[in-house]
């Protein structure tokens, strides 16, 4: 079902339920039940349709997942999962932005270091290692593989209750 439905008709309820107290003062209580009604149907989508609808997003949720990155996927989810994600191979000649969500989860990104990329990393209560072995838990940070010239490649990346790594080709090699 559209969300645009839902939310129209939890409007118009809203909308009825304040005419007739204010004109008949008949009063319907309408928040307990509209707040259960919109938690079903935020669970039964979730379990319906896990985020991946759009063919520019990837979701791993409740799993474990390998993937290797395209040019047309823009978003990548990990929600209570494991996500491994291969960028190392794009080579975009425009600028490309890339977002990444773990939540609850692991997820481990290799970067190509002879690609010009910038990484903005938010984290909340996480643990966050960037190539240059920075660790971040809480806020925020930057990473550049090459300041000499213009990043290609913009990743921003979201990590609650989470752990995120980002490992470039060089050390994915020494590491196996």
């Known amino acids: 079902m559209n969300p645009s439905i839902i939310w129209g008709t939890v409007l118009i309820l809203v ?16 928040v307990r ?36 990155a395209h040019e047309r996927i823009k978003t990548y989810n990990a929600v209570f999962a494991c996500n491994s994600i291969d960028l190392s191979q794009l080579d ?4 490309m932005h890339i977002t990444i969500n773990t939540v609850f989860g692991a997820t481990r990104v290799a970067l190509n270091p002879a690609m010009p990329t910038k990484m903005t990393v938010q984290a909340l209560c996480s643990r966050a290692e960037l190539p240059d072995e920075t ?28 752990s995120f790594e980002a490992i470039t080709e060089e050390k994915a090699q020494t590491a196996r």
């Open 15 to 30: 909308g009825l339920s304040l005419i007739l107290k204010s004109i008949f003062h008949i009063t319907i209580p309408l």
């Open 135 to 162: 660790l971040v838990s809480f806020g925020r940070n930057t990473y550049r593989t090459d300041t000499s010239q213009e990043p290609r490649l913009f990743i921003h990346v979201n990590s609650v209750f989470a």
């Open 33 to 68: 039940p509209l707040f259960g009604c919109m938690l079903i149907y935020l669970g039964l989508s979730i379990m319906m349709d896990p985020f991946n609808k759009s063919p520019d997003k990837a979701s791993t949720i409740f799993g474990r997942s390998k993937t290797v």
């Open 92 to 95: 975009p000649q425009e600028p």
